[in-house]
């Protein structure tokens, strides 16, 4: 380890400690013991604004934190307080997760000593060095958007002890899953060490999915009680099995909220380098959190590209999946897809090899950044998500936005000979996939925000009942709907992203914001799942890896496919623009591969195949009809 990098340092004699700090006055090493009894031992500053302590003999295992001392002037970035335990931002373990409490927010001189609220940082040794192998998942491929605690809490076949935790992705019965479903790479969302927003705990409530992390090192404990090596063990089993791993990281804001958040880590030692502020002072919200980390500064920018090598050199891992991505290329006039932070992660060898996704959209000042990522990116392509749920809908004059989602984008990412669209018809955030078909509202009271929360356009519909129903009729149509839905995914040209559990008819009873649900509602059923819907989906990813056609990047032209209608003839203009037109024939012309679109409520013939009412029919060449 360089002797100028950040954080702990475990050497031959003891553990070196730097912190960034240049406004403090004074910074302390806080060490406890095993009764929490704590000694503090003061660290000294040098020209950069960086301090620094020796600690001979301290070894593995030992447990700390910081406290900083200097002005106290919120307004002006400036929020030392020596009650503050904070976490060091370059920790790479904390020995139990972090719990909201009003205390870590009162203002200095009107609260208490925080250590007994705050985990701490544990010193770790690291791994040895993993050497350098290419990502596994290609562009194209599956990725399995996966919530690891949810996942498989209440799967039968994970010992009890493992359920919730990464070490379970690792499982046979999960591995055996993943393969059926011909899965490229999972995504794991954030696994990083967070805290609970300060609203939850009176609600009764908890935050289940973690964007809204403390620290960028450290996983939570609840999710890696086995810390990196557990991360390390479930990457190899994966790789073994030829699936892919991605991190979805949170670098737009962190945990310590806003001017009434609690002081933790970045803003207890440096807020002035790591946020965002407006002209008078007042912390920026482009997230929607309460703060926005400013990526861009030169030693935010540090603090993201040593965590993102610390997991591709610690643990292997195939790439990562960026929330509200447009906050990396931020600076004083809006988004740049060459601010230094991207440019920095284009230089950097191991991190161009990796897979990066955009999540190209923030609530900023030109915020939405869909296509604009440039080469080397994949990014979310909500329009997509939505032009497919609407013509599924029934909304007119769909059918061109069908046609061209399922050929690559080409309006968005036409710039480039393969499409970098990563398509997909849910996610963690929204309706599920079978949610999508049995509602047109959300509900979303058990959040406790009066229904308030969440995307209010959902582009769904309910086949005539809202929620749960018990006619037969309605079931089968929603079954049928959810069919399609996985069709139309699994035969669109770039990568597809399937939410886990929406291969099998998951639901969350018409809540579209279940990060607050750590229980049954937020948590996949396997039990009660769908197992027809669950076939087919296997079905689809078959039919996907065999056809290079489906699974391909390039996005199409008209010299690729043809367009035609029922009697075999292509689309004319007119019938491009009739908004009452819900079908058509896609033929690839290399492979003869036909895929049959039937978005009316009828059966419809294509010349003497009939094709059942609101069906995709994907017929390979060799197909007798």
Same mark, same amino acid.
């Given at each position: 380890?360089s002797?100028?990098a950040l954080?702990p340092?475990?050497h031959g004699?003891?553990?070196?400690?730097?912190v960034h700090?240049?406004?403090?006055?004074?910074?302390w090493?806080?060490?406890?013991?095993?009764?929490?009894?704590e000694?503090r031992?003061?660290?000294?500053?040098?020209?950069e604004?960086v301090?620094?302590?020796?600690?001979p003999g301290m070894?593995?295992?030992?447990?700390?934190?910081?406290?900083?001392?200097?002005?106290?002037?919120?307004v002006?970035g400036?929020?030392?307080?020596?009650d503050?335990?904070?976490?060091?931002?370059?920790a790479k373990?904390?020995?139990?997760?972090?719990?909201?409490?009003?205390a870590?927010?009162?203002?200095?001189?009107?609260?208490?000593?925080t250590a007994?609220?705050?985990?701490?940082a544990v010193?770790?040794a690291?791994?040895?060095?993993?050497?350098?192998q290419?990502?596994?998942?290609?562009?194209?491929?599956?990725?399995?958007?996966?919530?690891?605690r949810?996942?498989?809490m209440?799967?039968p076949d994970?010992?009890?002890?493992q359920?919730?935790?990464?070490a379970?992705l690792?499982?046979?019965?999960?591995?055996?899953h993943?393969?059926r479903l011909?899965?490229?790479?999972?995504?794991?969302?954030?696994i990083?060490?967070?805290?609970?927003?300060?609203?939850l705990?009176?609600?009764?409530l908890?935050?289940?999915?973690?964007?809204n992390?403390v620290?960028?090192?450290?996983l939570d404990?609840?999710?890696a009680?086995g810390?990196?090596?557990?991360?390390r063990g479930?990457v190899e089993?994966?790789?073994?099995?030829g699936?892919?791993?991605?991190?979805?990281m949170v670098?737009?804001?962190?945990?310590e909220?806003d001017?009434?958040?609690?002081t !933790?880590?970045? *803003?207890?030692?440096d807020?002035r380098?790591? =946020?965002?502020?407006? %002209?008078?002072? &007042?912390?920026? +919200?482009?997230?929607?959190?309460?703060?926005?980390?400013?990526?861009?500064?030169?030693?935010?920018r540090?603090?993201?590209l040593?965590?993102l090598?610390?997991?591709?050199?610690g643990?292997?891992?195939?790439?990562f999946?960026?929330?509200?991505?447009?906050?990396?290329?931020?600076?004083?006039?809006?988004f740049?897809?060459r601010?230094?932070?991207?440019?920095?992660?284009?230089a950097?060898?191991?991190l161009?090899?990796?897979i990066?996704?955009?999540?190209?959209?923030?609530i900023g000042?030109g915020?939405y950044?869909l296509?604009?990522?440039g080469?080397?990116?994949?990014?979310?392509?909500?329009r997509?998500r939505?032009d497919?749920?609407?013509?599924?809908?029934?909304?007119?004059?769909?059918l061109g936005? !069908?046609?061209? *989602?399922?050929a690559?984008?080409?309006?968005? =990412?036409?710039?480039? %000979?393969?499409? &970098?669209s990563v +398509?997909?018809?849910?996610?963690?955030?929204?309706?599920?996939?079978a949610?999508?078909?049995?509602?047109?509202r959300?509900?979303?009271?058990?959040?406790?925000?009066?229904?308030?929360?969440?995307?209010?356009?959902?582009?769904?519909w309910?086949?005539?009942?809202?929620g749960?129903?018990?006619?037969?009729?309605?079931?089968?149509?929603?079954?049928?709907d959810?069919?399609?839905?996985?069709?139309?995914?699994f035969?669109?040209?770039?990568?597809?992203m399937?939410?886990?559990?929406d291969?099998?008819?998951?639901?969350?009873?018409?809540?579209?914001?279940?990060?607050?649900?750590?229980?049954?509602?937020?948590?996949?059923?396997?039990?009660?799942?769908d197992?027809e819907?669950?076939?087919?989906?296997?079905?689809l990813?078959?039919?996907?890896a065999?056809?290079s056609?489906?699974?391909g990047?390039?996005?199409?032209?008209d010299?690729?496919?043809?367009?035609?209608d029922?009697?075999g003839?292509?689309l004319?203009v007119?019938?491009?623009q009739?908004?009452?037109?819900r079908?058509?024939?896609?033929?690839?012309?290399a492979s003869?591969?036909t895929?049959?679109?039937?978005?009316?409520d009828?059966?419809?013939?294509?010349?003497?195949?009939e094709?059942p009412?609101?069906t995709?029919?994907p017929?390979p060449?060799?197909?007798?009809?």
């Open positions: 380890m002797p100028r954080g340092d475990l004699k003891g553990t070196r400690f730097r700090s240049p406004d403090a006055d004074r910074l090493l806080c060490l406890f013991d095993a009764d929490d009894e000694t031992l003061p660290m000294e500053r040098d020209r604004g301090w620094s302590i020796d600690v070894g593995e295992g030992a447990r700390y934190g910081i406290r900083a001392d200097g002005p106290y002037d919120p002006a400036l929020w030392f307080d020596p503050k335990l904070l976490i060091d931002p370059y373990a904390i020995d139990r997760a972090f719990a909201h409490d009003p870590l927010a009162a203002r200095r001189g009107e609260g208490k000593d007994p609220l705050m985990p701490k010193v770790t690291p791994l040895p060095p993993l050497a350098p290419p990502p596994i998942f290609r562009p194209g491929g599956l990725i399995y958007e996966v919530q690891v949810g996942f498989t209440l799967h994970i010992p009890q002890r359920r919730g935790t990464i379970a690792g499982h046979p019965a999960i591995i055996d993943l393969r011909h899965v490229s790479a999972v995504e794991l969302m954030p990083n060490a967070w805290i609970d927003e300060r609203h705990g009176p609600l009764g908890r935050n289940a999915w973690g964007y992390p620290s960028y090192f450290a404990p609840r999710l009680p810390g990196m090596a557990e991360l479930a089993a994966l790789h073994e099995a699936i892919g791993v991605i991190l979805d670098y737009n804001h962190d945990g909220s001017m009434f958040g609690p !933790l880590s970045l *803003r207890g030692l807020a380098s790591y =946020f965002r502020h407006e %002209p008078d002072g &007042r912390l920026i +919200n482009d997230t929607g959190t309460g703060n926005s980390i400013d990526c861009n500064h030169p030693i935010s540090r603090l993201i040593d965590s090598l610390h997991f591709v050199n643990a292997g891992v195939d790439g999946r960026f929330d509200l991505a447009p906050a990396l290329g931020r600076s004083l006039t809006g740049d897809a601010a230094p932070l991207l440019e920095a992660m284009r950097d060898p191991l161009a090899s990796r990066l996704i955009a999540e190209p959209w923030d000042p915020g950044q296509g604009h990522f080469e080397g990116w994949l990014e979310w392509n909500d997509y939505d497919v749920r609407r013509f599924w809908r029934g909304d007119g004059g769909m936005a !069908l046609a061209t *989602r399922l690559g984008s080409s309006d968005i =990412f036409g710039n480039a %000979p393969a499409t &970098r +398509n997909f018809l849910a996610a963690h955030d929204g309706f599920t996939l949610d999508l078909t049995a509602h047109e959300r509900h979303n009271e058990a959040n406790g925000e009066q229904n308030r929360d969440g995307h209010g356009e959902n582009f769904s309910n086949n005539g009942v809202e749960a129903s018990a006619d037969p009729a309605i079931q089968t149509a929603r079954q049928r959810i069919k399609v839905l996985l069709t139309t995914l035969c669109s040209r770039g990568t597809i399937l939410t886990a559990g291969e099998f008819g998951r639901t969350q009873q018409g809540n579209n914001n279940a990060y607050a649900q750590d229980n049954a509602v937020g948590w996949v059923d396997w039990i009660g799942r197992r819907v669950q076939a087919h989906a296997f079905t990813a078959s039919l996907r065999s056809q056609d489906l699974g990047t390039r996005w199409l032209s010299a690729d496919v043809e367009w035609m029922e009697q003839e292509p004319s007119a019938q491009w009739d908004p009452e037109r079908s058509l024939a896609m033929r690839y012309r003869g591969l895929l049959y679109v039937n978005g009316t009828r059966p419809r013939l294509f010349g003497v195949m094709v009412a609101r995709i029919l017929v060449p060799t197909h007798p009809c």
